[in-house]
Antibody, heavy 120, light 110 residues
């Protein structure tokens, strides 16, 4: 079970930090991915942070590199997406996703999404 | 423009079998495992297939997938009205060093 929070209306150039709270599985072993979807558009992978067995390795999609960063706090079963220098084209629903067991690094379970609107 | 190419739409009648293609390249589908997702508009995506052809627990065997070379496909047999959704393929790409999604295929059940 994953629950995103932190979505808001923010001005261009601003920053926002999203949270993804997990429950019901061994969070520390699992990767957490962030994926976004603009209204009426397809899915876009933002990035991921792997779990403890994989040394918390991070990777980012093209649109996120240099502006977004992903972190996690396993003690709170929560992952974060820090977004800086936001642009109007970052307006989207942001999902977090994770996996369990043999597919712990996959996008298996998804949250309901949180909405980010970048506008002046 | 997506790294993975899917047809924008497809349709079928109840009980029919439909397939959805996903065309990639040597840096992704040819060497990495493909996942497939189903998304009913307004809801979160759902994992249908991982590792090219494996179904997570709870996904009916009406859903199957295969891969050949740089292309993958998802097949849905015994089409039902609640299969109407958007379907996405996804795979790790070694050139961009990240996951990439297809543009999505809208399935309409007539």
């Amino acid at each position: 079970h994953l629950v995103e929070s932190g979505g808001d209306l923010v001005q261009p150039g601003g920053s926002l930090k999203l949270s993804c709270a997990a429950s019901g599985f061994t969070f520390s072993d699992s990767a957490v991915h962030w994926v976004r979807q603009a209204s009426g558009k397809g899915l876009e992978w933002i990035g991921r942070i792997r779990g403890k067995p994989d040394n918390y390795a991070t990777a980012y999609g093209v649109s996120a590199k240099g502006r977004f960063s992903i972190s996690r706090d396993d003690s709170k079963n929560t992952a974060f997406l820090q977004m800086n220098s936001l642009k109007t084209e970052d307006t989207a629903v942001y999902f977090c996703s994770s996996g369990q067991g043999a597919i712990r690094n996959h996008m298996e379970v998804w949250g309901q999404g949180t909405t980010v609107t970048v506008s002046s | 423009q997506s790294v993975l190419t899917q047809p924008p739409s497809t349709s079928g009648t109840p009980g029919q079998r439909v397939t959805i293609s996903c065309s990639g390249s040597a840096s992704n589908i040819a060497i990495r495992a493909v996942n497939w997702y189903q998304q009913v508009p307004g809801t979160a995506p759902k994992l249908l297939i991982y590792g090219d052809h494996k179904r997570p627990s709870g996904v009916p065997d009406r859903f199957s997938a295969s891969k050949s070379g740089t292309s993958a496909s998802l097949a849905i047999s015994g089409l039902q009205s609640h299969d109407e959704a958007d379907y996405y393929c996804a795979v790790w790409d070694d050139i961009v060093s990240g996951w990439v999604f297809g543009g999505g295929t809208k399935l309409t059940v007539l």
